[in-house]
């Protein structure tokens, strides 16, 4: 299965600044997913990104809140931007890889103070 | 849309027990329900899956059976380990028509205890 890179593992962040998280797979994906996952709860969809295009979002996530950007089929970025301690959450990257599971990054714990 | 209950919410064997984890989907279409593993600071690991079209399927310690009929999909793991402790989350997905990939909807987790 794919190996994923997600950066950065953790970070602390001030309400009102925007945090920007990277994932790096190892092979070439077509599809590349972000999640958020509250704290002691399960895995809700954010939003597809899509190579060369605007990412698909999910019911209740709105592109200026979480931007995406995917250049290419090894990349992606989330951007949490103006953020609250409601936002505070582990956001994990996702990819469906040749064997047509999905594999997940290790995730970015983030907490907004 | 797709629901997925997922029960308990926290379990707790001792080590060499068999502990088992009950999913319930409301689609009937839902045709396939991976579960996956996670450890704690780390991503979830696909652990095992099952096809609409199976009714069992096992590896080693594990295995997990599926019910279309009632609409319910089980985790079994026997002779547990303390290694065998961690949040186990199941999901039920079905193709989707534009994009032919699966969209998952996940259950809400069990943490599982495994008493040394």
């Known amino acids: 299965s794919a190996v994923i890179s997600q950066k950065p593992s953790r970070d602390i962040c001030q309400r009102g600044t925007s945090l920007t998280i990277q994932c790096q797979v190892d092979?070439?994906?077509?599809?590349m997913f972000w999640y958020r996952q509250q704290p002691g709860q399960s895995l809700t969809l954010i939003a597809t990104a899509n190579q060369g295009s605007e990412a698909t979002y999910e019911s209740g996530f709105v592109i200026d809140k979480f931007p995406i950007s995917r250049p290419n089929l090894t990349f992606s970025t989330l951007t949490v931007s103006n953020m609250s301690p409601e936002d505070s959450s582990i956001y994990l990257c996702?990819?469906?890889?040749?064997?047509?599971?999905?594999?997940f990054g290790s995730g970015t714990r983030l907490t907004v103070v | 849309g797709e629901n997925v209950e997922q029960h308990p919410s926290t379990l707790s064997v001792q080590e060499g027990d068999s502990a088992v984890i009950k999913c319930t989907y409301s689609d009937s279409a839902s045709n396939y329900f991976p579960w996956y593993k996670q450890e704690l600071g780390k991503g979830p690991q696909l652990i095992i899956d099952i096809r609409s079209n199976v009714g069992e399927k096992k590896d080693q310690r594990i295995a997990v059976t599926l019910n279309k009929t009632a609409k319910h999909f089980s985790l079994h793991i026997t002779e547990t380990q303390p290694e065998d402790s961690a949040v186990y989350f199941c999901a039920a997905s079905k193709a989707e028509r534009a994009s032919g990939t699966y969209k998952y909807i996940f259950g809400t987790g069990t943490r599982l205890k495994v008493l040394a």
């Open positions: 996702s990819v469906l890889d040749r064997t047509g599971g999905y594999t």
């Open positions: 092979s070439q994906v077509t599809m």
